[in-house]
Each structure stands twice: as C-alpha cells, then as structure tokens.
C-alpha cells in the first residue's frame, strides 16, 4: 500500500532543468538514491517539469531501474528485455503494462504467502520449543535479508551464512520437517 502525504496526495518532486530534483514535502534538494529509497518504503510521489509542470514520473523511475542494473546487481536478464523491446509497435503493447503489473502484484502475493506460510509452520511444530527454532528463525532471517537483497536489488550485508551445527540425528530431523513444509508450501500452491 502507497503512503501518501497527510492531505491524501503523493508528494511532488519537482524536476528543474539543471537536473536537481526538488522534494516539495521536506523543501529539499534530493537524488535519484532518495527517490528509490522512497519507492521501496511505498511512498508515493509524483515528478514533475519545473517549467511545464509535465507528469515525468515514468522517466524518473525508468532512469532509477537504469541506474540500479549498471551497479552490476541486474534483475532484469537480457532476454526479458529483448523481449519486452521486441513488444513495441507490436498488437499486443497496450496489454503488456497491465499484464506486468498485474504479474509483479501475483508475485508479491506469493512472497507474502510464503514468508507467513514458513513462519506459521515453525510456530506450530513440534520443534517450536527446541534448538530447531532457533535454527528455523535463522533460516527465516536469510530469507528475508534475501527478500529485502531482492527489493533493493542490492546484497545485504546481515545476510551472512548461517552454518548449522549437528549431528545426524538432528539432520534427519531438518530433514523431515523441510519435506512437511515442503507439503503444506504444494497446498498452498493449489
């Protein structure tokens, strides 16, 4: 959900021709940085030309993707975008933004699901109480720095490699709990 300013609207940035983006809420000068900062906290904002008052929004969040694949971190692959460029001027360009749209909100869904999925199936095993939880609340923390790694589309550095300690009993035991989370993550994919 998009936060909004305290009268409803997104907050204006404006755009003026020397390049310096202007935060109308905080009256300061901000970066593309502040901006992808916001967009990853879900605040809503609107750029706009200084001068002509013109919506850029679009651009201004085109060039934060821009930016964000050449720090080497690339989320996009080179076969998605040649296909994405293959869909302009083709018959089906205008249900390509509302089919993406729509697959990145799917996608989001999912990943809500399964993060509350994996936490609710450790908080009511039988290991709840054990050294498995905290081995559980470990693997929780990887996977959501890697959550946070794959929204910012940067490495997270807390999200250091937990190494797991035990014998093989304990093993056998991971081993069966993953396999019965493994059932209920297929249910829940029904």
């Given at each position: 959900?998009?936060?909004?300013?305290?009268?409803?609207?997104?907050?204006?940035?404006?755009?003026?021709?020397?390049?310096?983006?202007?935060?109308?809420?905080?009256?300061?000068?901000?970066?593309?940085?502040?901006?992808?900062?916001?967009?990853?906290?879900?605040?809503?904002?609107?750029?706009?030309d200084a001068?002509?008052?013109?919506?850029?929004?679009?651009?201004?969040?085109?060039?934060?993707?821009?930016?964000?694949?050449?720090?080497?971190?690339?989320?996009?692959?080179?076969?998605?975008?040649?296909?994405?460029?293959?869909?302009?001027?083709?018959?089906?360009?205008?249900?390509?933004?509302?089919?993406?749209?729509?697959?990145?909100?799917?996608?989001?869904?999912?990943?809500?699901?399964?993060?509350?999925a994996v936490?609710?199936?450790?908080?009511?095993?039988?290991?709840?109480?054990?050294?498995?939880?905290?081995?559980?609340?470990?693997?929780?923390?990887?996977?959501?720095?890697?959550?946070?790694?794959?929204?910012?589309?940067?490495?997270?550095?807390?999200?250091?490699?937990?190494?797991?300690?035990?014998?093989?009993?304990?093993?056998?035991?991971?081993?069966?709990?993953?396999?019965?989370?493994?059932?209920?993550?297929?249910?829940?994919?029904?």
């Amino acid at each position: 959900m998009k936060k909004t300013v305290p009268d409803g609207g997104p907050v204006i940035i404006k755009k003026y021709a020397n390049r310096r983006l202007y935060n109308t809420e905080t009256s300061s000068y901000i970066t593309l940085e502040h901006l992808a900062a916001m967009t990853r906290e879900g605040r809503d904002f609107k750029v706009v030309d200084a001068k002509s008052d013109d919506d850029i929004t679009h651009n201004v969040l085109t060039q934060i993707i821009m930016e964000e694949e050449s720090r080497g971190q690339t989320m996009l692959p080179v076969s998605f975008l040649r296909q994405l460029i293959a869909l302009y001027g083709d018959s089906m360009q205008a249900m390509v933004p509302g089919y993406l749209e729509a697959s990145m909100d799917s996608f989001r869904r999912n990943q809500e699901q399964f993060k509350s999925a994996v936490e609710g199936a450790f908080a009511n095993s039988p290991f709840a109480n054990s050294p498995f939880a905290e081995i559980a609340k470990r693997n929780m923390a990887m996977f959501e720095a890697a959550t946070a790694a794959f929204k910012a589309g940067a490495a997270n550095d807390s999200a250091a490699p937990v190494q797991a300690e035990g014998s093989e009993s304990e093993m056998h035991a991971l081993r069966a709990e993953l396999a019965r989370l493994q059932e209920k993550v297929d249910k829940l994919a029904k």
